[in-house]
């Protein structure tokens, strides 16, 4: 959609009065700078992925690109801050939140807390699980894919989520290879 406001904006660059033609032309330049740096910022992350033993580790795991496994690394280290996963996905926000009273036990949305950049890339990547579960018949994605049919899409993308962040505290505290479970 960006790209074809730019094109349709520079098409009609010359249609525009006087300081208008100057400031958008100056704008759409910009513009363009920038994207020139992001790719070069995307290509610095792809090379320190693949020069990271543990980047390397995580991006086994179905739904851990590049992206996601350089954030993690760089946000939680090896994950020996957290005892255990389910501490992971509280930190990042990805339990629901309880309310309790009088005896009852009440879990409601999500609480989102912790950092919602690292949050963002594991609900995005549990969307592309979710996407792909489909044509396969491995464990993970037989449960991703019942899991959406029992409880609904947001629901599945989430708990895959979670389970990306626990898999991924899993490979980072232990030191191990990922293997998919049987």
């Avoid at 509280?90 to 309310?99: N, R, S």
Wanted: glycine share 8%; hydrophobic share 40%.
């Amino acid at each position: 959609k960006a790209a074809v406001v730019r094109r349709e904006a520079l098409a009609r660059l010359e249609d525009l009065p006087g300081w208008a033609n100057t400031v958008i032309g100056d704008l759409l330049s910009e513009v363009s700078r920038l994207d020139e740096r992001i790719t070069q910022y995307d290509q610095h992350i792809k090379t320190m992925a693949r020069q990271s033993t543990e980047a390397q580790r995580l991006m086994q795991l179905p739904g851990v690109g590049e992206t996601t496994a350089t954030a993690l690394l760089s946000t939680i280290g090896n994950g020996r801050d957290f005892k255990c996963g389910r501490q992971l996905c509280a930190w990042l926000g990805l339990v629901p939140g309880q309310y309790s009273s009088g005896g009852k036990q009440r879990l409601g949305r999500i609480t989102k807390a912790g950092d919602p950049y690292l949050r963002s890339l594991l609900v995005l990547g549990a969307r592309a699980v979710l996407a792909a579960a489909k044509n396969k018949s491995d464990p993970i994605s037989r449960w991703a894919t019942a899991l959406a049919q029992r409880r609904g899409y947001w629901k599945a993308v989430v708990a895959i989520a979670a389970k990306n962040a626990r898999m991924c505290w899993a490979v980072l505290s232990k030191g191990e290879d990922f293997r998919l479970p049987a």
